[in-house]
């Protein structure tokens, strides 16, 4: 069973950045793919980008598009996202996400296991 701990969430000022980490841990880990979505209040969760393990191919939401940028460390079972840029609508708590076989990444049903979640909050 998969379990996923993020961290690096905070508090930022609009225009700066944030790195979120999700470490995954377990006897096995070989996932399809990782990925990170959000949700604001008031607000239905949102796909914001994954990566799929073994090909490294990324995809983003346009939202984010140019500003966030996902990588993993297969070795440390670890998945990133960073985060330049930010802006007010950014802030939300940040989920990630492990998936175990292919389907559609943007949507949360293609994923197995998910974290607790980390908050991101960004000021003007």
């Known amino acids: 069973q998969v379990q996923l701990v993020e961290s690096g969430g905070g508090l930022v000022q609009a225009g700066g950045s944030l790195r979120l980490s999700c470490a995954a841990s377990?006897?096995?880990?070989?996932?399809?793919?990782m990925g990170w979505f959000r949700q604001a209040p008031g607000k239905e969760r949102e796909f914001v980008t994954c990566v799929t393990w073994n090909g490294g191919i990324r995809y983003y939401a346009a939202s984010v598009k140019g500003r966030f940028t996902i990588s993993r460390d297969n070795a440390k079972n670890t998945v990133y996202v960073q985060m330049n840029s930010l802006k007010p609508d950014d802030t939300a708590v940040y989920y990630c996400?492990?998936?175990?076989?292919?389907?559609?990444?943007?949507?949360?049903?293609?994923?197995?296991?998910w974290g607790q979640g980390t908050q991101v909050t960004v000021s003007s």
């Open positions: 377990g006897r096995t880990f070989s996932p399809y793919a």
């Open positions: 996400a492990a998936g175990s076989v292919p389907g559609d990444l943007s949507s949360g049903s293609a994923y197995d296991s």
